[in-house]
């Protein structure tokens, strides 16, 4: 662990959420207390909500420590239909706008809303992350188009999935970016081999692999998963993921 402990003060996790998912409700309370222990430097935080509940969202993520997470915002269409410019969200100070299309399906037959939102993220000059993944509708390639369109503002492309048409996405559009969060080993290979190492974040999803894998302790979960990663691919590209991506797409 003395290759993480090292490291750990420069670490950037890019996504991270609290609340109820599934069976699980993550209380950000123990969110704190897990950060403290892993002591990485920032956290991008938002909800797991299916319902949009801005000030309730608004109220947990301003009680966070502001020195370490960095609050985004979890954007559903009726947010949009209440302010079509995002303005009235402005008191959250969110650095990311988030819309999770398999979680509210519906967003696939909205494109005229999601480009409302996206116009709104480069009035504010934030990223905008896309669920990828888990059906047709919130498949990375559906992404592409918007990615062309608005060139100006930086797209991540959470868990990249399929692989496949992220690094399609990648590949056409120098505005796009992929974070690695329930990204295999073989998929974030598979980037690097198409010399694209430099357009991902690390992201972890954390902590809903607890979720999924009931068993595992989170904090040594997530050292571990850190070693892998520099292990199979280098200090110097995870720093790039990991910290100089964070700044200069996040928090510029
Ligand atoms: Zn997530």
């Keep these: 662990m003395k290759t993480y402990d090292r490291i750990a003060t420069k670490i950037c996790d890019c996504h991270v959420h609290y609340g109820q998912f599934r069976e699980d409700c993550y209380d950000p309370k123990e969110l704190v207390q897990w950060f403290d222990e892993l002591g990485i430097d920032k956290v991008g935080i938002m909800p797991i909500s299916m319902e949009s509940d801005f ?23 009726e947010m949009v239909d209440a302010d079509p410019s995002l303005k009235i969200y402005d008191t959250l100070n969110y650095k990311v706008i988030k819309i999770h299309s398999y979680a509210r399906k519906e967003w696939d037959t909205m494109p005229d809303k999601i480009r409302t939102v996206i116009q709104a993220a480069y009035i504010k000059s934030v990223p905008v992350m896309f669920h990828t993944g888990g059906w047709r509708g919130s498949n990375a390639i559906q992404f592409y188009k918007f990615c062309r369109e608005f060139p100006e503002v930086t797209f991540i492309l959470a868990h990249g999935k399929p692989i496949s048409q992220t690094l399609t996405v990648l590949k056409g559009a120098k505005n796009a970016y992929v974070d690695n969060s329930f990204m295999d080993i073989e998929s974030i290979k598979m980037v690097c081999d198409a010399g694209l190492s430099s357009r991902i974040l690390f992201g972890t999803d954390f902590p809903i692999m607890k979720t999924f894998w009931p068993e595992i302790n989170l904090v040594d979960w997530y050292k571990n998963h850190v070693i892998e990663l520099i292990q199979t691919f280098g200090e110097k590209d995870f720093m790039v993921w990991a910290n100089e991506n964070f700044y200069k797409l996040i928090l510029k």
């Design 55 to 77: 000030p309730q969202d608004q109220k947990i993520m301003k009680l966070l420590p502001q020195k370490r997470f960095v609050p985004y915002l979890w954007v559903n269409p």
